[in-house]
């Protein structure tokens, strides 16, 4: 059976940058990149707020220079999704891939990600990337001066719906029901903005445009009368969910599936289980803080092998 000092399990920012440092530290990582290799941003298209690329950069660009990087220092990426873990022991952790393949880990470094919870319509993934995102702050940008509508009622809908009221003409705000579930003081924060209209009793049921957003139909689910306005962005901001469910058995986590972390490190409940980037954030989901997050697990796992080589 295989046996490995490093697991790198995902291939997002987290995954390659925790790869990169890893295999500079001689820990010969091999890394699977799961069912979407390089993660988020390969679904991404300019990516204008990543240091060191004054001209923007496409997403699946970036991670392909994250690749190269990763493999020029040596680590063996292999493609394959892990299936089960069993993390109940010491290390070696045993590890299952694709349903048959099992491999031994001294140390494993999840880089699992999240993935963002969509409305399920068809024009929804049509316009992905052209003027349909997940992400506000990654990309509210493009849309500045001008109208753009977001789907949500809790409290990262009310923060997303502020932060692009600062640099939009006008938003939209979508909601299902005929109250938030955000926070008293976000709501407060998004009914005393003038630039944001609350569609309450609300629901999208289709997003219009060909090559690119040019407006959205809501239903009233009161009346099930039907209005068309005219935006040029359109923002989903109803939850992301972890891929964590394979580690559950093993790794204590939040209600929601993001993994818990020793605060300030990567460390999880278990030891020389390492956990970094969306996977575990759920406040920031940056591509720069999950680097970041990816440099901190390489740098605990490190540690930990030369702890336990004394």
Not at 41 to 52: A, K, R, Y
Not at 91 to 106: G, R, T
Not at 208 to 223: A, F, M, P, Y
Request: hydrophobic share 40%; charged share 25%.
């Amino acid at each position: 059976m295989e046996h490995v000092e490093c697991l790198i399990i995902g291939s997002g920012p987290a995954g390659y940058t925790a790869a990169i440092y890893a295999a500079r530290a001689d820990m010969k990582p091999v890394m699977y990149v799961g069912m979407q290799p390089g993660g988020q941003l390969t679904i991404t298209t300019d990516v204008e707020n990543f240091p060191g690329f004054p001209d923007g950069v496409m997403g699946p660009e970036m991670m392909e220079l994250f690749r190269k990087q990763a493999e020029r220092f040596g680590t063996d990426i292999r493609y394959g999704m892990i299936t089960k873990v069993d993390f109940s022991g010491k290390p070696p952790f045993k590890i299952q891939v694709d349903e048959q393949k099992e491999m031994l880990a001294e140390t494993v470094i999840i880089a699992t990600g999240a993935s963002a919870k969509w409305l399920g319509i068809p024009s929804e993934s049509k316009l992905n990337g052209r003027g349909v995102s997940a992400c506000a702050v990654c990309d509210g940008f493009f849309f500045r001066g001008k109208d753009v509508a977001i789907v949500g009622a809790g409290d990262t809908a009310c923060e997303e719906a502020s932060y692009l009221a600062k640099i939009c003409s006008k938003v939209y705000m979508v909601v299902r029901k005929s109250e938030f579930k955000a926070s008293k003081a976000m709501q407060n924060r998004v009914l005393s903005t003038p630039n944001i209209e609350v569609l309450f009793n609300s629901e999208t049921d289709e997003i219009l445009g060909e090559e690119k957003v040019s407006g959205v139909r809501i239903k009233n689910n009161q009346d099930n009368s039907m209005r068309e306005i005219d935006i040029q962005g359109f923002f989903v901001a109803i939850g992301h969910q972890p891929n964590t469910a394979v580690f559950s058995p093993f790794i204590d986590m939040d209600e929601t599936g993001y993994i818990k972390t020793i605060p300030g490190t990567t460390k999880t409940n278990v030891d020389g289980v390492f956990a970094c980037g969306d996977a575990q954030d759920k406040n920031y989901r940056q591509a720069v803080t999950a680097a970041g997050s990816g440099c901190m697990a390489a740098l605990d796992a490190e540690r930990y092998l030369a702890a336990k080589a004394d």
